[in-house]
């Protein structure tokens, strides 16, 4: 399977990087096919609400890293979303990524399955609820299917979430993928 990994975190060897490489590895070994966007190490300027991609056949006045991401999105079948909370919510970086999903929303919407990692130094109800319900309503729109949510609670920091199951939960989400 095509799989389309996207990140969110500018920190390359923090908790949420270590979640990323875990499913990639358990999915790589079964044999999928995983191509790895870092949202935070690439050019991604955020929509500007213009419209020409309505009208010209989904292209975006924005010319980044998103064209060479679109066509990878396009031809997957799993869409993976791995971010650190900020803020309740994912962090602007894979914010900036999902709203130029706008520029193909009909070509993407169906068809596809999600996942979604994530990690945050809080451990109450509160710290995912604001992350798992924009998650839930995206797959609404998008007409995609949750295939899994794994939510490491408590992680401030790569060497906490390192003690915990967290990432061997990843590699054997991604190995069951
Ligand atoms: C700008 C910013 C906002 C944050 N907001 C929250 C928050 O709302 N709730 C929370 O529990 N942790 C919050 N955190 C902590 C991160 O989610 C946590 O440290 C996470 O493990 C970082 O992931 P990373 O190492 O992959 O970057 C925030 C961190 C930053 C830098």
């Not at 679109?70 to 914010?95: C, G, R, W």
Request: charged share 25%; hydrophobic share 40%.
């Amino acid at each position: 399977m095509k799989i389309t990994v996207i990140t969110g975190s500018p920190n390359r060897k923090g908790t949420t990087a270590l979640l990323a490489d875990k499913f990639i590895e358990g999915a790589t070994e079964v044999g999928h096919d995983v191509y790895r966007f870092d949202a935070a190490f690439e050019n991604v300027k955020p929509c500007i609400s213009c419209g020409y991609c309505a009208s010209n056949d989904s292209e975006c006045v924005h010319k980044d890293s998103m064209s060479k991401l679109n066509d990878k999105l396009l031809e997957s079948e799993m869409i993976v979303f791995v971010t650190p909370i900020y803020y309740y919510t994912m962090s602007a970086q894979i914010k900036a990524v999902v709203d130029r999903f706008h520029a193909n929303n009909a070509k993407l919407s169906g068809n596809k399955k999600a996942m979604l990692f994530a990690a945050a130094y809080g451990s109450d109800d509160e710290t995912m609820e604001g992350l798992e319900k924009t998650y839930e309503a995206i797959l609404s729109y998008l007409n995609w299917n949750n295939a899994g949510v794994l939510l490491a609670k408590g992680c401030p920091a790569r060497e906490v979430i390192e003690t915990t199951d967290y990432p061997n939960l990843a590699y054997e989400i991604g190995k069951n993928v």
